[in-house]
């Protein structure tokens, strides 16, 4: 049984994949792991997921960037977000907001499900995100999620690789690296080529040692 690696963009995973000499597709097969690129956002990767899961996998392993709200972690830092959260899904009741869980229809959260007692896993820092379709940028709007869900790490596909997995009763991890503080949008302060080198580094000591 292999693993299967799944990704939001090529970029986030071209050294990984230049390292193992992936082909640069969107689904490839190698011989000890599988390499999906689902495209940006929760639709994109629960329809590829729909495509491409099966039982066949003994793991199923989000890699990607992600932002911050927590200022004492370094950029760069490679994290595992064990819990992650659709933080848009539900209701506004005027000035409050009612979870998917509140009203009743489902559940907003998720957890990653694993029993790995991998070195490279557990050295890195557990950590809950959140996931939603317009990542925050406004100091308004980021008081406001902290104060919905306390979160650490924001993504726009976290939640549905570990909502698809839910679903498929397959062993999932999240790992992100974190390429910038969740703040009034400056580009000029993010650090995606560090997140990426050490996200990369990670994940491919992992591979290597699994």
């Known amino acids: 049984m292999k693993i299967l690696l799944v990704a939001a963009t090529w970029p986030e995973i ?4 230049a390292h193992f000499q992936v082909p640069e597709k969107d689904f490839v097969k190698t011989e000890h792991f599988d390499l999906l690129v689902t495209g940006v956002g929760m639709t994109a990767t629960a329809y590829a997921l729909g495509k491409h899961l099966s039982s066949n996998y003994k793991l199923v392993l989000n890699l990607g960037i992600a932002g911050s709200f927590d200022r ?5 830092t490679v994290l595992n977000i064990s819990s992650d959260e659709f933080a848009e899904l539900g ?5 409050e907001f009612l979870s998917i869980d509140e009203l009743g229809f489902g559940r907003a959260g998720y957890t990653a499900v694993n029993n790995l007692l991998h070195e490279d896993v557990n050295k890195l820092q557990k950590v809950k995100g959140i996931t939603v379709n317009r990542v925050h940028g406004d100091a308004a709007s980021i008081e406001r999620i902290i104060a919905q869900c ?3 790490t924001e993504s726009m596909e976290g939640a549905a690789v570990l909502y698809c997995c839910h679903e498929a009763a397959l062993p999932c991890l999240q790992i992100r690296a974190i390429s910038n503080y969740i703040e009034p949008r400056n580009r000029e302060n993010w650090q ?7 996200l990369n580094e990670w994940a491919i000591g992992f591979l290597t040692n699994t």
Do not use: D, Q, Y
Request: proline share 12%.
């Open 14 to 17: 071209a050294p990984l994949a």
């Open 72 to 76: 004492s972690i370094p950029l760069g």
């Open 91 to 95: 209701a506004e009741n005027r000035a």
């Open 150 to 152: 306390n979160p650490v």
């Open 192 to 198: 995606i080529g560090l997140a990426i080198k050490n």
